[in-house]
């Protein structure tokens, strides 16, 4: 797993991971958006493009993340998700409780 | 069959999960299937890493081949405690983001990704056997 950020737009840090979020991988993904929160920053958009696998250890670090993210009035977006990703995400309802979008582009016009 | 025993501890997630995704490989299973297969696998070594050697180090074993109706059977078995996955009830899906419970999702994933899943408890070891179509 890698992750890039790759700018902050609207208010929002742009970050790209890639690679696999597995049961080992997680608690690093983690640790990297509570940094970024503890630095004051309560809003994100994930591009997922270049994830090519997540497990329910990277869906709990997620929920984890927004729940913090709730409680600040922030918010996590998440974008480009392939479609091994994206059939992790509907099987296991996350889709309907974590913002998806198509492109960063799309993540950004919905941010206030 | 094909057969691998290591120690189960997360350490061992890579190995284990790349020996039987090298046997869907080989078996001809399609990237796709080899990514849910992953997870599957992936799902089931964690629980045993978390619950089955809650005191002692312990082992945990994968075997991996095709059954007689050409879908790919995965069992791994572990000498720890007794522990079913499949008695676990399914999470809550419906709740919203503050009330959704962290964690529970792992054996739903499994059950939603294969064809057939069975454990049994057999000579002080947990079998979970699973199979997935081609």
Same mark, same amino acid.
């Given at each position: 797993?890698?992750?890039?950020?790759t700018?902050k737009?609207?208010?929002?840090?742009?970050?790209a991971?890639?690679?696999?979020?597995d049961?080992l991988?997680?608690?690093e993904?983690e640790?990297?958006?509570?940094?970024?929160i503890?630095?004051?920053e309560?809003?994100?958009i994930?591009?997922?493009?270049?994830l090519?696998y997540i497990?329910?250890?990277?869906?709990r670090s997620i929920l984890?993340t927004?729940?913090?993210?709730?409680?600040?009035?922030?918010?996590?977006?998440?974008?480009?998700?392939?479609?091994a990703?994206k059939?992790?995400?509907?099987?296991?309802?996350?889709?309907?409780?974590?913002?998806i979008?198509e492109?960063?582009?799309t993540?950004l016009a919905?941010?206030? | 069959m094909?057969?691998?025993?290591?120690?189960?501890?997360?350490?061992?997630l890579?190995?284990?999960?790349e020996?039987i995704?090298?046997?869907?490989r080989e078996?001809g299973f399609?990237?796709?299937?080899?990514?849910?297969? @992953?997870?599957?696998?992936?799902?089931? /070594?964690? +629980?045993?890493? %978390?619950?089955?050697? !809650?005191?002692?180090a312990g082992? *945990?074993e994968?075997?991996?081949?095709?059954?007689?109706?050409?879908r790919?059977?995965v @069992?791994?078995?572990d000498s720890?405690? /007794?522990? +079913?996955?499949? %008695?676990?009830?399914? !999470?809550?899906?419906?709740?919203? *983001?503050?009330?959704?419970?962290?964690?529970?999702?792992?054996v739903?994933?499994?059950?939603k990704?294969v064809?057939d899943?069975q454990?049994?408890r057999?000579?002080d070891?947990?079998?979970?056997?699973f199979r997935?179509?081609?």
């Open positions: 797993m890698e992750i890039v950020n700018g737009e609207k208010n929002a840090v742009l970050l991971v890639k690679g696999r979020i049961a991988s997680a608690p993904f640790k990297e958006l509570v940094e970024w503890e630095k004051g309560t809003n994100f994930i591009d997922l493009g270049d090519d497990s329910s250890a990277g869906l984890a927004a729940k913090k993210l709730k409680a600040n009035e922030g918010q996590i977006l998440l974008s480009s998700l392939k479609d990703v059939e992790v995400f509907e099987i296991s309802g996350f889709s309907s409780i974590i913002p979008y492109s960063v582009e993540a919905q941010m206030q | 094909l057969t691998t025993k290591l120690p189960a501890t997360i350490e061992h890579k190995k284990l999960v020996f995704s090298g046997c869907a078996k399609t990237d796709k299937r080899i990514r849910e297969i @992953e997870l599957a696998t992936e799902e089931a /070594l964690v +629980n045993i890493f %978390s619950y089955a050697y !809650p005191e002692k082992n *945990v994968v075997t991996c081949d095709l059954d007689v109706n050409d790919l059977k @069992e791994i078995l720890g405690v /007794l522990f +079913n996955p499949l %008695s676990l009830s399914d !999470p809550d899906l419906t709740t919203d *983001v503050a009330n959704r419970k962290i964690g529970g999702l792992g739903f994933l499994i059950r990704i064809d899943i454990y049994r057999d000579d070891r947990n079998i979970l056997t997935i179509l081609r």
